[in-house]
């Protein structure tokens, strides 16, 4: 994945939440510099996974709004979060992120490492 789809994206968003997706993804290519990043200039988002599959292999995801972003997990609903996360369907969850402080939440780390350690469990590799 190269880094022109993140400059896509990033250049059609206001500055102050191209600046969260920055350090957004920062931080998800911190805790997992292997993670397979898929960038979907004309939705506004950006999937992290252990594979590329969106539907099966993808454990979080940016979606970009006018003066936000969400920080989501595909599988959310599974995972314990200590009440860090919104949302109330079977299975998406999410962070409402506003300021680059909502992203240094000492929870929000083992959440992303539980997140993709659910995936690779519910794929069956290790």
């Not at 988002?45 to 590329?52: E, I």
């Not at 940016?62 to 079977?90: Q, S």
Request: aromatic share 6%; hydrophobic share 45%.
């Amino acid at each position: 994945m190269t880094t022109a789809d993140l400059d896509v994206l990033l250049a059609r968003l206001a500055p102050g939440v191209a600046e969260l997706v920055r350090a957004a993804d920062a931080l998800v290519r911190e805790v997992h510099p292997d993670v397979v990043r898929v960038v979907w200039p004309h939705q506004g988002t950006v999937g992290y996974g252990v594979g590329p599959a969106k539907n099966s292999e993808h454990y979080a995801y940016l979606a970009t709004f006018a003066r936000h972003l969400n920080l989501g997990f595909n599988h959310g609903a599974d995972l314990e979060h200590g009440g860090l996360l919104e949302g109330t369907g079977k299975a998406f969850r999410k962070l409402t992120v506003r300021r680059a402080e909502d992203l240094r939440d000492p929870r929000l780390v083992p959440l992303l490492r539980a997140a993709r350690e659910e995936r690779v469990s519910a794929l069956g590799r290790t």
